[in-house]
């Protein structure tokens, strides 16, 4: 049986508490660093946010902001009315359009690009890569002016080079039918940049070994790519599909800039129809529509998350 000494003891004690002391102190340092983006996040983050949820189920108006404890609950009138809008409606139809086929789109030309600069172009691939990925950079009121000349009805490059080739290019931009593939056309070309990138940085980290098995094996180059390329790419599919399909269920830019969502509200979005009923002033009703994108989106990432991590 061993005995302690009383300044043995103590020495013990002495090590057991000195790295707790030292924690409470690195803690205390931690909490006091981000204090700062704490207090940030709280006033114009968490605050607005709670304060816009508060304000879709009042019927808050612009003429309420000097009394603002005058306005009136009314649950979810402004949910049901803006579902039962028709207006809020065709910008529904026209988002779910402009992402079921723009979104497959934009991921195909990055897909394609990726593997061209992985595999097919061998010089300038630098040149190549920044001029993929330049019209991400540039401002969307440059890319919209050079694309309403390019889909001018009469004098549009784009109906020019189609007459060459006998066919009447139709009024892209002037045209119900028409104008919505004219923007889906605009967004794939100025957005596929992004998820070129980070599908070359996944192709690029597939083992070369396993496209060598395959070829030995006697697999062609489209079976290679089905069947092993494709399958080691699940996480960065996953990753692009839901990042692209967010800023396309939010855009914005492409219809205010090109049409202000005409004609005939065909190219109307549903973040565009909420910016402009805040700007009526009806802040509780453009604060619900806000909140169904949030939920639109929500459902939608959730079935990504759902059908492709099974195999990642």
């Given at each position: 049986m061993t005995t302690t000494t009383p300044a043995e003891a103590g020495s013990r004690a002495g090590r057991t508490t000195r790295p707790s002391r030292r924690g409470r102190q690195e803690g205390i340092a931690a909490w006091v660093l981000a204090l700062p983006f704490c207090a940030l996040f709280l006033v114009f983050t968490l605050w607005p946010v709670l304060q816009s949820l508060f304000?879709?189920?009042?019927?808050?108006?612009?003429?309420?902001?000097?009394?603002?404890?005058?306005?009136?609950?009314?649950?979810?009138?402004?949910?049901?009315?803006?579902?039962?809008?028709?207006?809020?409606?065709?910008?529904?139809?026209?988002?779910?359009?402009?992402?079921?086929?723009?979104?497959?789109?934009?991921?195909?030309?990055?897909?394609?690009?990726?593997?061209?600069?992985?595999?097919?172009?061998?010089?300038?691939?630098?040149?190549?890569?920044?001029?993929?990925?330049?019209?991400?950079i540039t401002s969307i009121v440059a890319v919209a002016v050079v694309w309403r000349f390019l889909l001018q009805h009469e004098s549009g490059l784009i109906n020019t080079v189609l007459g060459w080739v006998g066919i009447d290019g139709p009024n892209w931009l002037g045209d119900p039918n028409w104008s919505m593939p004219g923007l889906?056309?605009?967004?794939?070309?100025?957005?596929?940049?992004?998820?070129?990138?980070?599908?070359?940085?996944?192709?690029?980290?597939?083992?070369?070994?396993?496209?060598?098995?395959?070829?030995?094996?006697?697999?062609?180059?489209?079976?290679?790519?089905?069947?092993?390329?494709?399958?080691?790419?699940?996480?960065?599919?996953?990753?692009?599909?839901?990042?692209?399909?967010?800023?396309?269920?939010?855009?914005?830019?492409?219809?205010?800039?090109?049409?202000?969502?005409?004609?005939?509200?065909?190219?109307?979005?549903?973040?565009?129809?909420?910016?402009?009923?805040?700007?009526?002033?009806?802040?509780g009703f453009a604060a619900s529509m806000s909140y169904l994108i949030f939920i639109v989106i929500a459902v939608i990432t959730a079935i990504q998350f759902r059908l492709l991590r099974e195999n990642t």
């Open positions: 304000m879709s189920v009042t019927d808050t108006k612009s003429k309420d902001l000097r009394t603002p404890f005058s306005v009136d609950i009314v649950g979810l009138d402004n949910y049901t009315r803006a579902l039962s809008d028709p207006i809020f409606r065709k910008a529904m139809f026209n988002t779910a359009y402009f992402v079921l086929i723009g979104m497959p789109l934009t991921l195909g030309l990055a897909l394609a690009a990726a593997l061209a600069l992985d595999k097919g172009i061998r010089r300038f691939r630098a040149a190549f890569r920044l001029g993929f990925y330049l019209p991400v889906i056309m605009m967004a794939s070309w100025r957005n596929f940049g992004t998820p070129m990138i980070i599908f070359l940085a996944g192709l690029q980290s597939v083992p070369a070994m396993l496209h060598e098995a395959a070829q030995i094996d006697g697999a062609s180059a489209l079976q290679r790519f089905r069947h092993v390329t494709i399958p080691m790419l699940r996480p960065t599919i996953l990753f692009v599909s839901v990042t692209t399909s967010i800023g396309y269920l939010q855009f914005f830019e492409e219809p205010f800039v090109m049409t202000n969502g005409g004609p005939l509200n065909s190219t109307i979005s549903m973040s565009m129809y909420t910016y402009k009923q805040f700007g009526f002033g009806n802040y």
